[in-house]
């Protein structure tokens, strides 16, 4: 049997990949064991491009994924790369779904670390204005 180059690429390409998937969870998530970015989320080199590990699954069992669409868990896992827990959505659909599900974290004041002025202060500037 004789595969193109294009073939073998690919073929490769899924091995890595999959070498880097734990297949144990109770959860039922495919878990990415591999190189992760600072939220959690799977980072998966193909084509000499680094990508959301669950966007290259989603696409190779799903399909094409549109300009402008992100490829949101129904886990709530980041490192799940398991394609029926993906699907489609906007970043407003992205908002919705963390909010529905309580996983929203709005952080104000001090503990935001752009924070330049503490509540005091604020409410001083304001006495003097």
């Not at 144990?24 to 084509?47: A, Q, T």
């Not at 599900?101 to 202060?121: F, H, M, N, S, Y």
Request: hydrophobic share 35%; with cysteine; charged share 30%.
């Amino acid at each position: 049997m004789t595969f193109s180059v294009m073939e073998l690429s690919r073929i490769k390409s899924e091995r890595r990949f999959w070498d880097k998937v734990l297949f144990c969870c109770d959860n039922g998530c495919w878990e990415w064991i591999g190189k992760r970015d600072k939220d959690g989320y799977g980072r998966f080199e193909l084509n000499s491009k680094m990508l959301g590990a669950h966007r290259v699954s989603y696409e190779w069992f799903v399909g094409f994924i549109p300009e402008g669409m992100w490829v949101l868990h129904k886990c709530d896992n980041p490192s799940c790369v398991r394609y029926d827990h993906l699907f489609l959505g906007t970043n407003a659909d992205n908002s919705a779904d963390m909010t529905a599900k309580g996983r929203r974290v709005i952080t104000l004041g001090k503990a935001l670390p752009q924070t330049k002025l503490i509540e005091d202060e604020v409410r001083e500037i304001l006495a003097q204005y």
